[in-house]
């Protein structure tokens, strides 16, 4: 497509480009407990693995904290807020459902119910006084957990999820009678639905800009301090 306006230097162009459908955020909180029963392991300097009895028994009289972050399922951090990392994994579930919901100025419109499975790994460390990790999960320790969205998400569109921030929060119970992991980690989901398109725009074609070269000056010029000639010696 090649038809260009006289006056200006424009023409009308196909492009093919990504469209979003709907964009909503969402904030979760996975929620998760463990006991000395339960199959969680440290490795505390490297050495032999521990469980949560162990680690209470060894930490006994230790003044550290507990620290847990997402991460990938080899214990790495994962970077939030980068759309295309690879922070949970998620799945739809089942077929996408049409719903009709009222707006709040009164029109009805008809969404699409998505239902979705969202898994990933967290990691949980325990630190000293001075910040250095002693100990950390074996493993990171998977969690998972299902969010129904009502989407703009016909058939043909995908969806995209990811996370623009995660805050996650560990308290170690160390008690005769028990001994505790808990664990509340905090998602918030930006969710997507998109689809690639073509459209006809009115468009121009770039060009490079001039380079803008940085003036070093070594020599000041100026070699008074500035008058106020509103004052003096106009008065």
């Known amino acids: 497509m090649g038809y260009k306006h006289k006056d200006r230097d424009t023409e009308r162009v196909c492009i093919l480009t990504r469209k979003v459908y709907d964009w909503i955020t969402r904030q979760i909180d996975v929620n998760q407990s463990y006991t000395g029963d339960l199959p969680v392991k440290f490795k505390c300097n490297g050495s032999t693995e521990r469980t949560l009895a162990d680690l209470c028994t060894e930490l006994s009289g230790f003044d550290g904290s507990v620290n847990c972050f997402l991460s990938d399922a080899q214990g790495n951090p994962i970077d939030t807020g980068f759309q295309d990392e690879n922070q949970v994994t998620v799945t739809e579930i089942g077929q996408r459902q049409p719903v009709t919901v009222t707006l709040p100025n009164g029109d009805q419109v008809t969404l699409q119910r998505v239902k979705t499975l969202i898994r990933g790994f967290i990691t949980v460390e325990i630190l000293d006084d001075m910040d250095d990790t002693v100990c950390m999960t074996k493993t990171p320790i998977p ?32 008690e005769p009678d028990i001994q505790q992991l808990d664990i509340n980690l905090t998602l918030c989901l930006e969710v997507q639905t998109e689809a690639d398109v073509k459209l006809e725009i009115e468009a121009r074609h770039c060009q490079p800009r001039e380079e803008i070269l940085e003036d070093i000056v070594l020599c000041p010029t100026e070699k008074f301090p500035p008058q106020c000639p509103e004052v003096f010696p106009a008065h």
């Open 143 to 174: 969690f998972v957990t299902t969010q129904t969205f009502l989407l703009c998400a016909p058939e043909g569109t995908d969806l995209n999820v990811h996370v623009s921030l995660a805050e996650c929060d560990a308290t170690l119970i160390c």
